[in-house]
C-alpha cells in the first residue's frame, strides 16, 4: 500500500467496509502518525486501503483517542479494535511514554479508547510487541519453531520476545547495558546517523549488542525491523552472530498487523 492512497486530516472518508470475512481492524499509534487498517487474519495482509492521521500535537491521550476514533469511523468499523502505543502497556495502563506526551504515562489507555470508541473492546499493547506478534505469526518468523527475537531500529531500540507463538510482553531489552553503554545509546540507527558510520562498522556495534542478547535468551532467529531493515543486505552480511538474523518483510504494516492480531486474542486485555 502507498502512501499515496493515505488520507489526511479532515478529508473524507474513502475506506470501503469489507466484505464479511476473518478480518480485524488494527490501529499504530506513532510520534508522527496514527495509521489503521483492516487486516484478513487468514493472511496478515491489509484488506483495502490503509488510513493514515498526523499525530496530534500535543499528543495527548484525549487528542489521540480522538483520531483513532476518525479512523475507525473512516472504515465504517463496528467491532473489537487493537491499538498499539509507543509505550510498555500493563493491564491496559500505559507505564512510559516514548514520542507521545508524557501524560500518558498512568493513563488507562484501554479504557480511554473504550470510552472514546462507544464502549466497544479494545486491546491496547506495545508498539514492538504488535509488530513481533506480526512477524512470527505472518512475516520472517512464521517458519520458526522456537524463540524468536524481534528488534526494532530506530531513534532507539524496541524488542519483543516470543517462544512457539506466545509473547512475553513488554521487554525493554533496547535499555540493557551492554560494555556500559545502553544498547540503544551503542546499536540504534540513529547512532549510526549521528556518527556517520559505515553499515560495516554499524554492524559491528550490532553484533556487540546481539551477541549479549544471545548469551542471556539464546534465541532461534534475530528478525530486524525498522527503516535501516530494508538495506539489510548491507549490514546483516557482516553481523558476527550466531544466531541466523533476517530483516522483517511486514515493513510499516507490522503495527497495524500486530494490533489487529491482538483484538481478536487475549493480548492486550
Known amino acids: 500500500m502507498t502512501d499515496a492512497a493515505q488520507q489526511e486530516p479532515g478529508s473524507a472518508s474513502a475506506a470501503t467496509p469489507p466484505a464479511s470475512g476473518n478480518h480485524a481492524l488494527g490501529i499504530d499509534v506513532g510520534g508522527s502518525g496514527v495509521k489503521g487498517g483492516v487486516v484478513d ?6 484488506v483495502g486501503e490503509r488510513q493514515k492521521i498526523l499525530t496530534p500535537h500535543p499528543s495527548t491521550p484525549d487528542a ?5 476514533l476518525e479512523i475507525v469511523n473512516r472504515f465504517e468499523w463496528a467491532g473489537p479494535v487493537g491499538i ?9 495502563v500505559a507505564r512510559t511514554a516514548a514520542n507521545i506526551d508524557h501524560s500518558w504515562i498512568g493513563t488507562d489507555a484501554a479504557e480511554l479508547f473504550s470510552r472514546t470508541l462507544g464502549g466497544r473492546p479494545v486491546s491496547v499493547l506495545n508498539d514492538a510487541d504488535a509488530a513481533g506478534i506480526a512477524e512470527d505469526r505472518y512475516g520472517a518468523g ?3 519453531d522456537g524463540v524468536v527475537v524481534l528488534l526494532t531500529f530506530g531513534t532507539g531500540i524496541g524488542s519483543a520476545i516470543l517462544n512457539r507463538g506466545v509473547l512475553l510482553p513488554n521487554t525493554e531489552f533496547g535499555h ?3 560494555d556500559g553503554k545502553e544498547a540503544e545509546h551503542r546499536a540504534s540507527s540513529a547512532v549510526k546517523e549521528h556518527k556517520d558510520l559505515s553499515y560495516k562498522d554499524w554492524a559491528k556495534e550490532v553484533s556487540r549488542v546481539l551477541e549479549r542478547y544471545e548469551q542471556l535468551l539464546w534465541p532461534d532467529l534475530f528478525i530486524v525491523g525498522g527503516g535501516i531493515s530494508r538495506k539489510g543486505d548491507k549490514w546483516i552480511p557482516h553481523l558476527t552472530t550466531r544466531t541466523p538474523v533476517v530483516a522483517a518483510t511486514l515493513r510499516n504494516t507490522a503495527g497495524i498487523v500486530g494490533a489487529a492480531l491482538a483484538s481478536v486474542t487475549s493480548i492486550g486485555r
Open 41 to 46: 487474519l487468514d493472511t496478515g495482509e491489509l
Open 64 to 68: 489521540v483517542s480522538e483520531t483513532v
Open 84 to 92: 498499539t502505543l509507543p509505550a510498555v502497556v500493563t493491564s491496559g
Open 142 to 144: 512464521k517458519e520458526v
Open 176 to 178: 540493557m547495558e551492554v
